[in-house]
């Protein structure tokens, strides 16, 4: 058995929806502290390319994007769940808006002028502007653009108020009854806004919203422990790729195992990642790929939201 490690950085909003999966589920892993900006040369080593954050590793299988990273961690410990038996779709569904439309509109909130000043107040000029110059090569080239601020502010009370009455007349104390992936993605863009005094009030004005924020982030990041990027790297190196299931799914655009392909996200943070294509299913696609530092790798993405091309 191989620990569960996650590359991540502590003011990341998806690395807080991981490290929340984490403690939901009560599990330990290693922690390695990653570069908020590029280069990032042995997370590099390990995805192939992939620069969003977080990674979660295991051994040699590495793990992008947090719905993926989500699956891996309901397969590692079943309950509690977060796909509840017969929610399944909704909770995907709703943790896919909130991965997209709900934390698109926090973003543009959060880097607003008032409010990037206030989170890198402390930060050197030259952070700053690499920051800056790191998050707008982000969204480059992908099929989404930033919210503009505008916009943000005039829909944000329709979200967050649609929000809080959803709350303030459920059953239970979180969104679908049970606490789910639904909870936690939702919460992660709310989190990223109560970063700093400017933006808490769009979070803090509603109630039932603040109360219920409480209730998630009160599970935690379960139990960890430091790694280094260069240990973690050593990991994969001496470790072999997981087995893959039998079978899998008919790639409905003609691609089969074996087929050299690259595999990139399609709204931002579109960067390749280049190998050979070991399996697929209707959920994951994996590749297999060789770094010289790092091994034989199965870097792990989900179908959803990203593209497959012929190298």
Not at 261 to 281: N, Q, R
């Amino acid at each position: 058995m191989h620990d569960l490690i996650l590359h991540h950085y502590p003011t990341s909003p998806f690395a807080e929806k991981a490290r929340l999966m984490l403690g939901f589920k009560q599990l330990s892993w290693r922690s390695v502290t990653i570069p908020p900006v590029m280069p990032k040369p042995d997370l590099t080593a390990l995805t192939g390319g992939y620069r969003r954050t977080p990674v979660l590793q295991v051994g040699a299988d590495i793990y992008c994007d947090t719905a993926m990273i989500a699956r891996r961690l309901e397969a590692e410990k079943a309950t509690p769940a977060l796909f509840p038996e017969g929610q399944e779709f909704v909770v995907a569904q709703l943790a896919q808006w909130a991965d997209s439309t709900l934390f698109l509109t926090a973003v543009s909130l959060v880097f607003q002028p008032e409010s990037m000043a206030a989170r890198f107040a402390k930060a050197p000029a030259e952070f700053v502007q690499a920051f800056s110059k790191d998050r707008a090569a982000l969204f480059s080239g992908g099929n989404v653009s930033k919210v503009p601020l505008e916009q943000a502010r005039h829909q944000w009370p329709t979200l967050m108020g649609r929000l809080e009455q959803q709350l303030s007349r459920s059953a239970g104390e979180f969104l679908l009854g049970a606490p789910s992936l639904a909870d936690i993605a939702v919460a992660h863009c709310l989190w990223f806004l109560k970063g700093n005094s400017v933006t808490s009030p769009l979070v803090d004005d509603y109630p039932h919203i603040a109360a219920w924020l409480g209730r998630v982030l009160s599970v935690g990041h379960g139990s960890f422990s430091e790694l280094s990027s260069g240990e973690a790297v050593e990991v994969a190196r001496e470790a072999t790729p997981a087995d893959l299931p039998a079978g899998g799914f008919r790639d409905p655009n003609g691609f089969v195992p074996g087929q050299a392909v690259s595999i990139a996200a399609v709204d931002y943070g579109v960067d390749p990642v280049e190998g050979e294509l070991v399996y697929g299913d209707a959920e994951t696609l994996v590749l297999r790929r060789e770094d010289t530092r790092a091994g034989t790798l199965h870097v792990h993405f989900p179908r959803n939201g990203y593209r497959i091309e012929a190298r």
